[in-house]
């Protein structure tokens, strides 16, 4: 499972944190822990900033988490002219990472309020590709 | 005081959707306008810093044909890139080259001509704004960013959309007085509402523009600055910082740290405060982004940038004067370009040239100048004596 089936549209193939793809084909959202200093970080990263070499350990993101953010797009860049709209966000879990992400669709645009509570979900885009997006809980 | 690097000459071209000439012959008319008034020659011009945006570019490595063309030819030249902050960082780097003696006078020439790319290719550059990785891959935008800031703010404070459409009534209002802006056009409180939405809560008329221009700012050692003009404008303070480039890393969405940092670091250098200021730049590329540089700036305390504004203390003849020039909104954003522009306004406001929107005996300016959603930020205090 390569990294370019991440999305609706990707732009990088090769990243050592590419395993990501595969977890969201697996059904499972899932980030990083240091084993030596227990940094979580949200975008998983496979090297730890503070320890340099270091032995990372994926993990699910199961929590509940607040909406910090949103914006509702109205015209998109190049391949997204016909997703609009579509409601990009970024969530705080409580595990101490946020995550950016689009909003479930099925959710109206008028009930999407900061503060409110959703959880991360794996998504099928289509055949080959995966995303995860924010539903209500 | 004295510091060991002024601004000994600005210039800059008209800022317009389409200007219609090569973007070395744009950055021609900007050193011009720089160089007259100065007793200096080309040959005199130690190195230049080209500043671009490069991905709006067809010219690969900009740097080579500008400097030729402008008869910099043989001197050093390279370009610098931090987007929108892109002079900026020019700025930074030749003040470092004239103080380090390594060059006496430096040319920093910021430039962007948005309208060599069509809109196709302004669309596949719109969607590698965020993270490639972790942000494009789910229609991440430039604006849809600065959107999340705003929709923050007004959770946070309760800031409304009619509060930030009249940070566009005050910028217009300059910006009718400005015959180098893209948009002379004064726009009322209601116009502003009433035009569309792009990323909710902005809307078109929230929204700077993205336009051609080029700037140049001259600048020189304390001994050759003294020789060449009677008018130098002192660097005092200069203050860079840079945050995650993905909104997740970010700690909060309704303030920008990373010009919180910047501002700190300028105040500190020119050993002053936000109440020594006498008039401000800053980068205005939305309207919510005026309201958070009031606050990150101190000239407001958090969540008050709106009564700030509400009490025209940025109003010309207020407490501190912001964006006299129009800002952003009013120019238009030639991303290069843009920084070097806001530096060109302070200068002459302290030289005293600004006629009708010049703030009476302005000692103190500064310049708030953004790079990408909030990852790099350079604040430039600069003084007339």
Redo the contacts between chains.
Sequence with gaps: MG?DQ???????SE?KAAEFVTYLEEGKVMTTRCKKCQEIT??PKMDCRRCGPSEMEWFEIKEIGEL??????????????K?TP?T???VRFPVG??????MDRKIP?DEIK??MAVKVVALKVSQNRF?YQFERV | MEKDVAIVGVGQSDFMRKCSVSIAELCFIAYQEAMNGIQLKSENVGASVICSATEYDKQRSPAGVISDYLNLKGKPTFCVESLCSSSSSGLRVAYSLIKSGLHEVVAVVGFQKMSELSSAEAAERMGRSGDVMWESPFGMTMPAAFAMFARAHMAEYGTTEEQLAKVRVKNSLYGSLNNKAAFQKKVTLEEIMNSRPVVTPLKMLDCCANVDGAVVLILASREFAKRITDKPIWIHGLGAASDSATLAGRETYSSISCAREASQIAYDMAGIGPEDIDVAEVHDCFTITEIINYEDLGFAKPGEGVKLLEDRETYLGGKIPVNLDGGLLSKGHPIGATGGGQVRTIVRQLRGECQEVQVENAKIGLVHNLGGPGVYCFVTILGRD
Excluded: C, D
């Design positions: 990294f991440f999305g609706m549209k990707s732009f990088v990243t949200f975008p910090g953010t949103f914006t509702t797009v109205m015209y998109g860049p190049a391949g997204f002219e997703e579509y990009l966000a970024v990472i946020r995550v950016f992400g689009q645009i900061v503060g995303s």
